[in-house]
Nanobody, 115 residues
């Protein structure tokens, strides 16, 4: 797989998780990277992106203030810190290049929020 996501699991509301993604090394530091998620019965949606150098981030309104995206260009990894998690955050989470540069999807990592 091009992208290998990890770190998901079952968590109670209000808890935290840190998701990680190992991306292809080839030209990794030239791509804007994003996290996406797909909730049961819904289409995949974009939730966060980070610039190629890691100095600019942007978030969907539903996660802003609770999620933090980061990257390590030396290791070709992208991370997503999730705080104050909510039941509506239950989904499979994916990383990929941003926008028109999206390529083959990985398996994703499942996040389930339940008390």
């Amino acid at each position: 797989a091009l992208f290998v996501e990890s770190g998901g699991g079952l968590v109670e509301p209000g808890g935290s998780l840190r998701l990680s993604c190992k991306a292809p090394e080839w030209e990794f530091n030239t791509y804007v990277m994003s996290w996406y998620r797909q909730a049961p019965g819904k289409e995949r949606e974009w939730i966060a992106r980070i610039s190629s150098r890691g100095d600019t981030t942007d978030y969907a309104g539903s996660v802003k203030g609770r999620f933090t995206i980061s990257r390590d260009n030396r290791k070709s990894t992208v991370s997503l810190q999730i705080n104050n998690i909510k039941p509506e955050d239950t989904a499979v989470y994916y990383c990929n290049r941003n926008g028109d540069y999206v390529t083959t999807w990985g398996q994703g990592t499942q996040v389930a929020v339940s008390s």
